[in-house]
């Protein structure tokens, strides 16, 4: 496994849609992993491979399993809770909750920016497995906020475009999508 360089706007890999996976070999695999490094060291809670300048269809995610729960804790507490890692090849979103939220976004390719986004609250993804197997996912809240913003990534679409207002936070900016 190997940290990859992560793609900042403008480099026009970011606005393209990413090809369909169909093979799900050594490349694919050591892809996987390598985005999962990547993302953790950046460090993120999600990342779409054209952010690593590979146009297929990947999606890697990592978050809090219990959501809920987190909300309820300290932030020491917080941050020793598991979180659960989602390896995702072809994804695409097959509902939507008609109730939507706007939420604060942020994102590995556009370092040091900020926006609220509308998005739905829940959603389900149907996609394969890093193995080619099927998968279904019912997500909600800011696991659906983030699967939502790296499945753009897919299709070329930034948090930017779809922003209502955009900032320059100071200090970090943590929990970037």
């Not at 995702?88 to 556009?110: A, F, K, Q, W, Y």
Request: proline letters at 6%; aromatic letters at 6%.
């Amino acid at each position: 496994m190997s940290i990859r360089e992560i793609v900042f706007v403008p480099d026009p890999v970011l606005r393209k849609n990413a090809r369909t996976v169909t093979k799900f070999d050594d490349k694919l695999q050591t892809l996987i992993d390598d985005m999962v490094e990547t993302m953790r060291a950046a460090p993120g809670v999600g990342l779409a491979a054209p952010q690593v300048g590979v146009l297929e269809r990947v999606i890697v995610v990592e978050y809090y399993e219990d959501e809920e729960a987190l909300e309820e804790l300290e932030d020491e507490e917080a941050e020793k809770a598991p979180k659960k890692l989602y390896t995702i090849v072809n994804p695409e979103i097959t509902r939507r909750s008609e109730e939507v939220e706007d939420g604060t976004e942020g994102c590995l390719s556009v370092p040091g920016y900020q926006g609220t986004v509308e998005r739905h609250i829940a959603i389900t993804v149907k996609g394969q497995t890093r193995h080619g197997q099927p998968v279904t996912l019912k997500l909600k809240d800011w696991t659906a906020r983030i699967f939502q913003h790296e499945i753009d990534h897919l299709h070329g679409v930034l948090f930017t475009d779809l922003a209502t207002n955009i900032w320059r936070p100071e200090g970090p900016v943590e929990d970037t999508v």
